[in-house]
């Protein structure tokens, strides 16, 4: 809900606190939450008689990677990059989300002790580090 450029950290987020509540005690006070957009006009659902396979096989494509949509070799070597001070290998998409929280709820039984680590930003246990992120480089506001 914030753009990393609103936080009131520096750019390479080194001064950000190593806990959570600092961290949220200060972009609650110094960060506004930016107006969603507009709900678009001219959306209808779908029709009754949508035969769903025959449109996945119609209209789906493969997914572009960073280069087709226009991001540079340095900036796809720097969203590779693997920083050191990372607790976990993110890996985006349903399936790594659903994985990581059938580990942290029931494989590891961390949602027991949730209470006690929620402010903790250090380490893989302290929350489920499942994130929703919608990122399109070419709307701006």
Known sequence: ????????YDSSLEDMPNTFTPF????????????????PEGLSSFPDN???????????TE?????????TSDQIDHANFKDPRGVLDFK?????????V??????????RNYFDTRNGMIGA???TKV??????KDITR
Request: with cysteine.
């Open 102 to 111: 059938k580990e942290y709820i029931w494989d590891k039984d961390l949602l």
């Open 50 to 60: 949508m035969d769903f396979a025959v449109a996945a096989e119609q209209y789906s």
């Open 125 to 127: 246990d302290y929350s």
């Open 24 to 39: 949220r005690n200060n972009v609650e006070k110094n960060c506004n939450i930016k107006t969603p957009f507009a709900i």
């Open 63 to 71: 997914l572009p990677n960073l280069q087709d949509i226009g991001y």
């Open 92 to 100: 985006g998409g349903e399936t790594a989300a659903l994985e990581r």
């Open 1 to 8: 809900m914030y753009d990393l450029k609103d936080l009131p």
């Open 131 to 136: 994130r929703t992120i919608y990122y399109n």
